[in-house]
């Protein structure tokens, strides 16, 4: 009797399943999740910076905007994003976990630089929505899992924070030039296309790693 393929997902499992990575990689100085965590970020920001790029000339060459008013929606975007991130950080402590948080950040943010890649007015306003959720959930569970990650009053948490911001600021250097590049035709769809595919494979990295972002207990945190 033939024997059934591995499906995608459980490859990706094994991929990132904690016995593989210590016989691929040598001893790492922290947690995996870590590293799980800054891919997430990496590809966060990736497809952020395009959207950073481009939001103002797409305003302006797809859906006529004045560059004024481009400007004031791309503001009244940007602030909204981090607005929202005080009570999307209160849920994320309270009710939803960071863990999961993560990944339906993700989704959010997946769908809406999806629904940017069609042309019409209604996906602007599809769209928006999704990414202001998106990043009002993810922003925040970021932080909540790599406080977690570490024990209390670990010195390793420091060098953490350090390393997510060197993603940060990669990422943000990869989505402006992946932006200037495509920009060039003035074909959005390419833009965002892009966008919606770094955030599945970033997705599906979590999801298929979403065991090695083993957290502690959230009351030892803060105790």
């Not at 499906?7 to 922290?30: C, D, W």
Request: with cysteine; proline share 4%; hydrophobic share 50%.
């Amino acid at each position: 009797m033939p024997t059934q393929s591995p499906s995608l997902l459980a490859r990706f499992r094994r991929l990132f399943s904690v016995t593989v990575l210590q016989r691929l990689l040598p001893p790492l100085r922290h947690p995996h999740g870590l590293y799980l965590l800054c891919w997430a970020v990496f590809c966060e920001r990736w497809a952020a910076a395009i959207l950073g790029s481009t939001v103002v000339l797409m305003l302006c060459e797809r859906y006529g905007y004045g560059r004024g008013d481009a400007l004031r929606l791309a503001g009244l975007y940007n602030a909204a994003s981090y607005l929202l991130t005080l009570p999307g950080g209160f849920a994320v402590d309270r009710s939803l976990g960071g863990r999961r948080s993560l990944g339906t950040g993700m989704l959010l943010l997946m769908l809406g630089y999806a629904a940017l890649t069609q042309s019409p007015a209604s996906a602007l306003w599809i769209s928006t929505p999704l990414l202001i959720l998106g990043h009002a959930l993810f922003k925040p569970s970021t932080q909540a899992v790599m406080v977690l990650l570490y024990e209390r009053h670990d010195p390793r948490l420091d060098a953490a924070q350090i390393a997510c911001y060197l993603v940060v600021n990669i990422a943000g250097v990869v989505g402006t030039a992946c932006a200037g590049l495509l920009g060039r035709s003035h074909d959005f769809r390419a833009s965002f296309g892009l966008a919606a595919a770094v955030l599945l494979v970033g997705l599906m990295a979590v999801m298929a790693g979403n065991h090695v972002l083993r957290l502690r207990q959230k009351q030892l945190a803060f105790s």
